[in-house]
T-cell receptor
C-alpha cells in the first residue's frame, strides 16, 4: 500500500510570507496528525484530525497557523505570516482510527526554511 | 502530561560493537512506549513498541528494548551494529487513558556507526 505522501519536500521563504503544505494519508486512514520537528528536537504535535473534525489543536499557534481536512482525506497546513522560528520539518502521520494500539505512519516531511 | 528524556544527543560507535540508547519517561498514567528511527531525509519509521505483555520487545533488524516500570525506562539495545544503523532514534510515549493517541517524543539520539 502507498505510504503517507507530503509535498513539497523543501520550501524556502522569507519571513512574513505565507506557505502551505499538503498531506495525503494512507488510504482509509481516518485519523491524521501534523507534527513540527525543529532541528535538534523531537516532533511536537500541532493538530490532530479525526475524519474532517479537529480532535486536538491545543499546541497549534492559531494566530499564524491553520489546518484543514475538508473532505476527511487529504489535509493542508498553512502558515501566515511565517516567522524565523517556524523553520522546521513538518511531518504528517496517519492511523486507521482511534483504537488504542494502532501505530502512526509518518510521511517524509516538508523541510521549511524561513529567511 | 508525559515527557521523555533522551540524555545522549549523539552516540558514536564502531561497526560490530554493541550499543545502548537510553530513554526515560515521566507520566502520571500508564503509557505505551515506542522507538522510531529516522534515516537522513526520510520520515519516521516505527522500530519497535511496547503495548503490554513481555517487557522485552524486539525488532526485525536486531534491536531490542526492555520496559522497566520501576525505573521508568525503555532503553534500546543492539549487540552488534552495522554502518546502515546510522540514523536518529526517537523514543516516544502515548498515554493509555485517552483516545487522542498523541505521541510525546524525546529529543532524539543520533547514532553514528563508523568502520
Amino acid at each position: 500500500e502507498a505510504g503517507v505522501a507530503q509535498s513539497p519536500r523543501y520550501k524556502i521563504i522569507e519571513k512574513r510570507q505565507s506557505v502551505a503544505f499538503w498531506c495525503n494519508p494512507i488510504s482509509g486512514h481516518a485519523t491524521l496528525y501534523w507534527y513540527q520537528q525543529i532541528l535538534g528536537q523531537g516532533p511536537k504535535l500541532l493538530i490532530q484530525f479525526q475524519n474532517n473534525g479537529v480532535v486536538d489543536d491545543s499546541q497549534l499557534p492559531k494566530d499564524r497557523f491553520s489546518a484543514e481536512r475538508l473532505k476527511g482525506v487529504d489535509s493542508t497546513l498553512k502558515i501566515q505570516p511565517a516567522k524565523l522560528e517556524d523553520s522546521a520539518v513538518y511531518l504528517c502521520a496517519s492511523i486507521p482510527g482511534l483504537t488504542r494500539q494502532e501505530t502512526q505512519y509518518f510521511g517524509p516531511g516538508t523541510r521549511l526554511l524561513v529567511l | 502530561a508525559q515527557s521523555v528524556t533522551q540524555l545522549d544527543s549523539q552516540v558514536p560507535v564502531f561497526e560490530e560493537a554493541p550499543v545502548e540508547l537510553r530513554c526515560n519517561y515521566s507520566s502520571s498514567v500508564s503509557v505505551y512506549l515506542f522507538w522510531y528511527v529516522q534515516y537522513p531525509n526520510q520520515g519516521l519509521q516505527l522500530l519497535l513498541k511496547y503495548l503490554s505483555g513481555s517487557t522485552l520487545v524486539e525488532s526485525i533488524n536486531g534491536f531490542e528494548a526492555e520496559f522497566n516500570k520501576s525505573q521508568t525506562s525503555f532503553h534500546l539495545r543492539k549487540p552488534s551494529v552495522h554502518i546502515s544503523d546510522t540514523a536518529e532514534y526517537f523514543c516516544a510515549v502515548r498515554a493509555l487513558n485517552t483516545g487522542f493517541q498523541k505521541l510525546v517524543f524525546g529529543t532524539g539520539t543520533r547514532l553514528l556507526v563508523s568502520p
